[in-house]
């Protein structure tokens, strides 16, 4: 008969290991025989745990593995919905840049805005029909935040992409300000009673509004191209 005594601390598998390399055997040396059974029991063990801490250490390394995968497409996921983020922002300052409302406005309604922008009494005036939210206050506010992750765009996005989504965001910017000259200056064209300078700062309007839309649209074929493809490609 023999005794295997084998003294664990921790409950984990490098200490198994250790305790059994550390056992202490006790068997009869069955020399009458000429079966030296100590001598072998004692090469099985050592075999035993050789093999036992090889497996220890497979299944240690494929943990590290899977724990470094799992790291790996979390940050994926995390760059993922921050691009989804700074695009939801792009998009929505895109829209509202474009829009070509203001100049379609009836007269009285331009000059409000005219005056709520020179007339510090006008800054108090109640607006029933949204005109400083919608042509003023929403669109700075949206320029305002595009502005502020210009510097995370190419950190996050590839350089193909970063430099369209820049060129919009820019582009973007000098449409609203000719929006924006074109209400700072309307009483002065009304004044001049011509159609033509009101035409002028339109057909402007119109060409910055094209390469806008060129921008846009270049922008969107590059995030298909390059950003969006899928967490597996990436």
């Avoid at 996921?77 to 700074?86: A, D, N, P, Q, S």
């Avoid at 929006?179 to 001049?192: A, C, G, M, V």
Wanted: proline letters at 2%; one cysteine or more; aromatic letters at 10%.
């Amino acid at each position: 008969m023999s005794d295997l005594v084998v003294h664990c601390t921790n409950s984990d598998l490098n200490s198994i290991a250790m305790a059994l390399q550390s056992a202490k055997i006790h068997l009869i040396d069955d020399t009458r025989h000429g079966r030296p059974w100590k001598e072998i029991f004692q090469g099985a063990v050592t075999l035993c745990v050789g093999l036992f801490a090889g497996w220890i250490a497979w299944q240690q390394k494929e943990i590290a593995k899977e724990n470094k995968e799992t790291t790996k497409q979390k940050l994926k996921l995390e760059i993922f919905e921050k691009r989804l983020e700074i695009v939801e922002i792009i998009e929505n300052s895109f829209l509202s840049q474009i829009d070509d409302g203001l100049f379609k406005l009836p007269t009285e309604q331009k000059e409000f805005l005219n005056k709520y922008i020179h007339n510090k009494e006008y800054k108090n005036l109640k607006n029933e029909n949204n005109l400083i939210k919608i042509y003023l206050e929403e669109p700075q506010s949206l320029i305002r935040n595009t502005t502020k992750m210009e510097s995370k765009i190419p950190f996050l996005f590839s350089e193909k992409t970063s430099d369209k989504a820049l060129n919009l965001i820019k582009s973007g910017r000098k449409l609203f300000n000719n929006k924006l000259n074109f209400i700072d200056k309307y009483e002065s064209l009304i004044q001049k009673k011509t159609s033509f300078t009101i035409f002028k700062y339109k057909k402007e309007f119109d060409k910055l509004r094209q390469e806008v839309l060129e921008n846009h649209k270049l922008l969107q074929e590059s995030l298909r191209e390059n950003e969006f493809k899928g967490l597996s490609d990436w």
